[in-house]
């Protein structure tokens, strides 16, 4: 598992200041959607799946984050290639072994929801907002066992 607070101040902060999406909302999301996915890190790949990195993002979304979203979006395709060096689309296994490019993807694929995200105290809202956008109805979070994960992980 990785540093919370090292993981906050030296890959999740960064990231949004660069995208100029940072919010505490966004931060803890992602902080959040980390410990639910990955353990805070600890694993790189799904065991059983096809996921990747510490947001356990399917290559199939990835794929359609960048042809959907990312490229028709002049601004954010700037960012990307002048912060993460992404001129065209980079292979999906850069989401195992680069943590800013991991969390960037994952806070695009936030930036596609309209709904505003929770305030980072409202931990039941931080949970449905992550279930309904990100593990989605058919994934299988469990609330309970969820909760426990990010609250390990920000206590580490």
Request: proline share 3%; hydrophobic share 35%; aromatic share 12%.
């Amino acid at each position: 598992m990785l540093d919370c607070s090292q993981f906050r101040t030296l890959i999740v902060e960064p990231v949004l200041s660069k995208l100029r999406v940072y919010s505490k909302n966004a931060e803890e999301l992602l902080v959040f959607t980390c410990a639910a996915e990955s353990l805070g890190g600890t694993f790189l790949q799904h065991i059983k799946g096809q996921t990747l990195g510490i947001y356990q993002m399917e290559p199939n979304k990835y794929t359609d984050i960048w042809a959907n979203y990312i490229r028709a979006r002049s601004q954010l395709a700037t960012l990307m290639a002048i912060h993460f060096g992404c001129n065209k689309i980079p292979e999906v296994e850069r989401l195992v072994y680069d943590l800013h490019f991991a969390t960037a993807m994952a806070r695009i694929h936030y930036l596609r929801i309209t709904t505003s995200i929770p305030d980072p105290k409202d931990i039941d809202g931080m949970w449905d907002y992550y279930k309904k956008y990100y593990n989605t109805e058919k994934g299988k979070a469990k609330k309970e066992e969820t909760l426990k994960k990010y609250q390990d992980f920000i206590r580490s």
